[in-house]
């Protein structure tokens, strides 16, 4: 009961301070006549896109709880905890906090945007700073406040209160809701953002020849529209579902430790370490809003090591208190480690500093074909560092306390998540800052100021998706511990023909939902493309800058065709764990789960650093003073760039929630389908 307590109150004071973060924001009006035209384009988009795709979403989300509660009606299924009202309940709170929370951080965000413009034109470096990193941060401290807060109160209520039932079991019901909406959103606003950059991109920088983010290009409020609803909505939406599903995957194995007869801490731990990790987001962000910054990496750097050492002495100091041993702090100190290292791997391959992209930069002087050959083999040899870091941390937290001991991994490396989502959030609402700045036409030496932010959020937005793989497949191993445990499958034999067909769909399934997402936003970009072009040939006066472009209709293309092409992938996801698990049984679905795994996590790393080294890329060829620009070799780097947008931004980040989702949801069938003979077994019976 006390430790419940703790844990409630810190969450609580935490959504009260991002609230009134929230609430001062709010309050600042931008006075600049341009910069408050462009950006309330900006808000308009985003939130018309938001309010389609959450009616959308509330279509599957109230159809999914209806099933839910129907199964616990079944004369079998009403022993199974995972069904019934209160998993029903759970997932409707579950959806509903996730998509509350990439709501407000996304409403944080557009207004941010234009009131950083402002304060690069009238206070410089550090306000600005201070400005879009608080934009940020209220992202942050509601994703894991929020997480945590619900996560807990419903377990603290269905285990007091809730006779004869797996408390534990109900509460996953919360982490499919979370892990529902971030499914659609990531993917809905993946497709946006990316459909509208790829168009802006190819008919205005490489048709027209004009800037990036020059007001005569038509797409341009969808490309800035598209960062919000995708780097920021979709972004929060995503971590809260990996935050959640980590603690879920704990809690479930320290109830399998508890019921043989462990300490009841192996249950409240991992709530104390996700508190400690809070607390330590909470801290941080107020330490950087104290004093004025005037280095933008250096300070997001501070933030970050900052909220890792309270998570790591938190641990450390609750880990001996309660166990007398500091085994548990060594597993979730892996987990912080790991997280960290892959962060910075991802940064290794993806700086426009680094080695990596200086040769995709130099591979561009030859054609588009070398600079597609070349950000390829980027992204794909970055997955070697990645994996092996990632094995070493799991093999440690393994040694430290075996399964459990992953879980607890999980665990420490989302602990920081508050300030790594304050950090990741930042960039797109720098993004969007230099976007209104080159709008509104602003001095050169503001853009310059936007785009020194621009450039550390493009960093900083490799590192979250770095981190945003490690984490999702170290909660996905765990949660598929935990799978297994509740199947009953001590072990998985790979020989076995169901399993062996189980593996294979596994491994196929990120490819084929890979080819879903990029396909849509080829799609997708063509309308646009089409689109820019008909208004450039109808209009000559848009690009003389005397006529303005229709933005609207770019907005609706984007968004049309993003709600539209979010569907089929989001139900792939949804359907193939049943569809496997109920047809070839609790093996097959183990298969599909390890096949999965493996295979995103590849995919997941090799397109998340091959289109941030495209991206950079281009950046650096941007910034050269030998007028690079517009050049055949800055072409064939736009052109390299476009491939990787959908890639880093879109089937990437999908990855991380597909195997995160195909996971839960096998947790919670998991008691069905081992009691039901598996369909295939009745079907061949039949000739027996």
């Not at 989001?570 to 298969?591: D, E, R, S």
């Not at 069905?672 to 009745?682: T, Y």
Request: proline share 3%; hydrophobic share 50%; aromatic share 10%.
């Amino acid at each position: 009961m006390p430790t419940i307590l703790i844990v409630l109150g810190v969450t609580l004071i935490t959504i009260a301070y991002a609230f009134i973060l929230l609430s001062k924001i709010k309050k600042l009006t931008v006075k600049n006549q341009s910069i408050k035209e462009i950006s309330s384009y900006i808000k308009e988009g985003t939130y018309a896109f938001l309010k389609r795709e959450y009616k959308i979403i509330l279509i599957f989300i109230l159809i999914t709880a209806l099933i839910l509660a129907l199964l616990g009606l079944i004369p079998a299924l009403k022993e199974i905890d995972g069904v019934g009202i209160y998993a029903a309940i759970s997932f409707l709170i579950g959806a509903f906090l996730s998509g509350f929370t990439g709501f407000i951080g996304m409403l944080a965000g557009v207004k941010a945007n234009g009131l950083t413009a402002e304060d690069a034109l009238n206070s410089g470096m550090s306000k600005a700073l201070k400005t879009s990193f608080t934009g940020g941060a209220i992202m942050g401290l509601l994703v894991v406040s929020f997480g945590l807060f619900g996560l807990s109160s419903l377990y603290f209520i269905f285990d007091r209160f809730a006779t004869n039932i797996n408390a534990v079991q109900v509460v996953a019901g919360y982490g499919l809701g979370a892990s529902f909406v971030a499914l659609f959103a990531r993917v809905g606003g993946g497709i946006y953002t990316k459909a509208a950059d790829v168009g802006a991109d190819l008919v205005g920088k490489v048709e027209a020849s004009i800037p990036e983010d020059d007001p005569r290009n038509p797409a341009v409020i969808a490309d800035n529209v598209g960062d919000n609803v995708g780097d920021i909505a979709g972004m929060g939406s995503d971590l809260l579902e990996s935050y959640v599903g980590s603690l879920i995957s704990a809690l479930s194995l320290g109830f399998i430790l508890v019921n043989s007869g462990g300490n009841s801490y192996y249950l409240l731990f991992p709530l104390l370490v996700a508190t400690v990790g809070v607390l330590a987001a909470l801290i941080s962000v107020a330490f950087i809003r104290l004093k004025e910054w005037e280095n933008p990496q250096l300070t997001l750097r501070i933030a970050t090591l900052l909220a890792a050492f309270i998570v790591v002495v938190g641990a450390a100091f609750g880990s001996y208190l309660i166990f007398k041993t500091f085994k548990p702090f060594f597993a979730v100190f892996s987990g912080v480690a790991v997280g960290i290292l892959i962060g910075y791997i991802a940064e290794y391959y993806t700086s426009d500093s680094s080695k990596a992209v200086k040769e995709v930069a130099h591979q561009s002087e030859t054609g588009h074909a070398t600079n597609i050959i070349a950000g390829f083999s980027v992204g794909m040899r970055s997955t070697a560092l990645t994996i092996i870091t990632l094995v070493l941390g799991i093999f440690f937290a393994y040694f430290m306390l075996k399964t459990y001991g992953i879980a607890l991994a999980a665990v420490g490396m989302l602990s920081t998540v508050g300030i790594t989502v304050s950090v990741d959030a930042y960039g797109p609402i720098a993004d969007n800052a230099g976007g209104i700045a080159q709008m509104a036409k602003l001095p050169h030496d503001v853009r310059a100021i936007t785009d020194k932010l621009d450039s550390v959020g493009n960093t900083t937005a490799a590192i979250g998706k770095g981190f945003c793989i490690g984490s999702a497949t170290l909660t996905s191993l765990a949660l598929f511990v935990a799978y297994a445990e509740l199947a009953g499958l001590s072990s998985i034999n790979i020989i076995e023909v169901n399993t062996i067909i189980g593996l294979l769909i596994g491994a196929m399934l990120p490819y084929l939902f890979t080819s879903l997402t990029i396909s849509s936003v080829g799609t997708a970009a063509n309308l646009m493309i089409e689109e820019v072009r008909r208004q450039f040939k109808e209009d000559p006066n848009i690009l003389l800058g005397t006529s303005k472009p229709d933005y609207a209709k770019c907005v609706d293309i984007s968004t049309k065709a993003a709600l539209k092409e979010m569907i089929i992938p989001g139900l792939l996801a949804l359907l193939m764990p049943f569809i496997i698990g109920f047809l070839l049984g609790p093996g097959a679905l183990g298969g599909l789960l390890v096949g999965s795994l493996a295979s995103a996590s590849m995919l997941a790393v090799f397109m998340a650093n091959s289109g941030g080294a495209w991206d950079n890329a281009k950046k650096l060829i941007e910034s050269r003073s030998d007028n690079s620009t517009g050049t055949d070799c800055h072409k064939a780097a736009i052109t390299g760039d476009t491939v990787g947008d959908p890639f880093k931004d879109t089937a990437g980040p999908a990855m991380d929630i597909l195997i995160k989702l195909m996971s839960i949801i096998s947790l919670i069938i998991a008691p069905i389908i081992i009691k039901v003979e598996p369909l295939i077994d009745l079907f061949l019976n039949l000739f027996n």
